[in-house]
């Protein structure tokens, strides 16, 4: 029976991610306003339907904010039509295979060991299981095979190709795979997939000018507001066309989900304002920075990265070939000196997803704390020396040696 309060469980918790190190990708730190707004009393409102179109009264408020939401996340990414309703990226993937294709139909999307996300085809997803998949993955090198993709769209003919990932760590030519699409129409009678782009890892890079904007070249994109981004747990979706946005509309409500969550799309909403920033700008700027700082400090000591280095936020660091030591014991032994990372499977991994050859490894959420590339090179020679020891089986040894090293860096942050 657990006998702490909710209360104390919360403070707990505040406590840990004051003290610890947090270097999981998909994870950041909100500002006071957007926490502010998540937790308003806008939780009280029902508000099912849209702006304008209610199936409650009392929605004066709601609409004006939901409205400007819309507004605000338009013109962060360049685009006409939104829906901010989504209550996850998931959800929001979900909503355009629905919207736009039907279950049975092919689609074509990054295989999850090569970086991809479970809602791209991944047989433990609904994306796996309700659909046809054929998945592309990386070169020897690490990075997307361009080619091999021009040639499974000619040879499967697939309704609709996702791009994008979550553990993927260069830049991704959106111009290119729209390339290949117009290409692919030339000898099909016009006729071509549905070009998704899922940029839920990178939209903070893209609104800070750091990465493409996939924006011009897909016909639907989707995305997370709390990684990169910097704002609530929630999803977005995106398009230039009038035709898919309706559809979209008509999926996310009343098609897979009831009343939205104005609260968090308050919070959305300022998350979007904030991006559109000189200040945010800097941020997202810095976050490269870091990472491939990051990186580059593990390569000189001859670790194993996938794709030898990053272009965004994060990278994958093969431990297993590495150090011998597998994702799910780095993950285990790193956070007993407050560093917390995320196990990820590599390429062709021989491991089991439980215990993976990588860790995967990012730098939004301390950039936010105040982070700089000294500060970052500095932990990873605090996690090379520590894991070394981890090997040798003298880990206890050291590791509250290693927590005041870690807590004197936070410690210098101002």
């Excluded at 295989?111 to 659909?131: E, P, R």
């Excluded at 609709?160 to 990932?165: D, F, K, N, S």
């Excluded at 981004?229 to 979706?237: A, E, H, N, V």
């Excluded at 009831?258 to 991006?275: D, Q, S, V, Y």
Aim: hydrophobic share 35%.
């Amino acid at each position: 029976m657990i006998e702490n309060s909710y209360e104390e469980i919360i403070e707990l918790e505040a406590k840990r991610q004051k003290e610890n190190v947090e270097l999981i990708a998909s994870e950041n730190y909100v500002s006071e306003r957007v926490l502010k707004a998540a937790g308003s009393i806008l939780t009280n409102k029902y508000a099912e339907g849209y702006p304008g179109k209610r199936y409650y009264g009392g929605c004066k408020y709601v609409d004006l904010i939901e409205s400007k939401a819309i507004e605000d996340v338009c013109k962060l990414f360049n685009c006409k039509y939104a829906n901010v309703q989504p209550h996850s990226g998931s959800s929001a993937n979900q909503a355009v295979y629905r919207a736009l294709i039907n279950s049975g139909d092919t689609v074509m999307g990054m295989d999850l060991g090569a970086g991809g996300h479970l809602t791209h085809g991944h047989k433990m997803s609904f994306s796996g299981q309700d659909y046809n998949i054929v998945s592309y993955g990386i070169d020897t090198n690490g990075i997307i095979n361009y080619e091999e993709c021009e040639r499974l769209l000619n040879e499967y003919n697939p309704q609709m190709l996702i791009v994008g990932a979550s553990s993927y760590s260069r830049i991704i030519d959106y111009k290119k795979f729209r390339d290949i699409i117009e290409k692919y129409a030339v000898s099909h009678n016009g006729e071509k997939p549905y070009y998704m782009v899922d940029m839920a890892h990178v939209a903070g890079l893209v609104a800070g000018g750091v990465h493409p904007n996939p924006v011009p070249y897909a016909d639907v994109v989707t995305s997370t507001t709390h990684k990169t981004l910097r704002g609530p747990r929630g999803g977005i979706i995106l398009t230039n066309s009038e035709d898919i946005i309706k559809k979209i509309n008509k999926t996310v409500f009343p098609g897979i989900q009831g009343g939205p969550l104005e609260h968090i799309i308050a919070a959305k909403g300022i998350c979007f304002e904030e991006a559109n920033t000189e200040d945010f700008k800097k941020y997202a700027k810095q976050v490269v920075s870091n990472a491939k700082a990051f990186a580059n400090k593990f390569i000189e000591y001859g670790w194993k990265i996938i794709s030898d280095g990053t272009d965004n936020h994060m990278f994958v660091l093969d431990v297993y070939n590495s150090i011998g030591i597998t994702g799910k014991e780095v993950e285990e032994e790193l956070d007993k000196i407050n560093v917390t990372v995320n196990k990820n499977q590599t390429p062709n991994d021989i491991l089991p997803p439980l215990k993976s050859s990588g860790v995967r490894i990012g730098t939004p959420a301390m950039t936010t704390k105040g982070w700089k590339e000294e500060n970052f090179e500095k932990l990873a020679n605090i996690i090379i020396e520590y894991l070394k020891l981890c090997k040798e089986g003298k880990q206890e040894e050291v590791q509250n040696k290693y927590k005041e090293e870690i807590q004197r860096i936070i410690n210098n942050i101002k």
